[in-house]
């Protein structure tokens, strides 16, 4: 089974604090990638990663930065925290081929900014 | 017009029922169809996953995709109350690369 673990279920932040996001993934994905989730507006990509070092602006990525230095280690960094950046965070990984469009999630890190 | 439209719902059905959920979609570059469900405070899992067009049964779920009318579909028989999740499309094979995700139906299966 495909695992993707997330560092953290629950996060409580001070606003302008910089808060380290960790996904880690057992099943040797090229892709990783990072969303948020918000009632009413689903799911966006921040930012997503196709191979080690390399990194790709999603469709919000606006105070967000992300490092993936390891193959299965995918961090977001965001770098002063705010409270607009309130929300459940989800990783996921999939293949670099076809099946690419599989994305396996994690568990989710449910951010709160105060 | 959005990439790709979900009605949020909520739907609720008596248990047994058979439930149908919808997505329509306006990019025709799209070839995979995706379909997950997500309880709630957890993760999207992967339900179901199509390939063009066609059909596609898993026990009591069916994903149907009808790309002329960019329209596809879920079916959940015989629907139990640990169905009771919301439940995201998501399609790929334009030219970005990604998944676009619908906004997800919430659905309740009353015992």
């Known amino acids: 089974d495909v695992k993707v673990t997330q560092s953290s279920r629950y996060l409580v932040k001070r606003t302008g604090e910089k808060v380290f996001l960790e996904c880690v993934q057992d099943?040797?994905?090229?892709?990783m990638f990072w969303y948020r989730q918000d009632p009413g507006l689903g799911l966006r990509l921040i930012y997503f990663?196709?191979?080690?070092?390399?990194?790709e602006k999603g469709d919000i990525p606006e105070g967000y930065s992300v490092s993936r230095e390891k193959k299965e280690r995918f961090s977001l960094i965001l770098e002063s925290a705010s409270t607009n950046q309130t929300s459940m965070y989800l990783c996921?990984?999939?293949?670099?081929?076809?099946?690419?469009?599989?994305?396996?999630f994690g568990p989710g890190t449910r951010l709160t900014v105060t | 017009q959005k990439e790709v439209e979900q009605d949020p719902g909520p739907l609720s059905v008596p248990e047994g029922a058979i439930v149908s959920l919808n997505c329509t979609y306006s990019?025709?570059?799209?070839?995979?169809f995706m379909w997950y469900r997500q309880y709630s405070r957890k993760g999207p899992e992967l339900l179901m996953y199509?390939?063009?067009?066609g059909n596609k049964e898993d026990g009591r779920f069916t994903a149907q995709v009808d790309k002329s009318s960019k329209y596809i579909s879920l079916f959940i028989r015989d629907s139990q109350p640990s169905d009771s999740a919301t439940y995201l499309c998501?399609?790929?094979?334009?030219?970005?690369?990604?998944?676009?995700f619908g906004k997800g139906t919430k659905l309740s299966v009353k015992p």
């Open positions: 996921a990984s999939s293949y670099q081929s076809r099946s690419s469009y599989e994305q396996y």
């Open positions: 099943m040797d994905h090229e892709n």
């Open positions: 990663s196709y191979d080690v070092k390399m990194k």
């Open positions: 990019n025709s570059a799209f070839q995979y």
């Open positions: 199509t390939y063009s067009s």
């Open positions: 998501a399609m790929g094979g334009g030219s970005q690369g990604n998944l676009i």
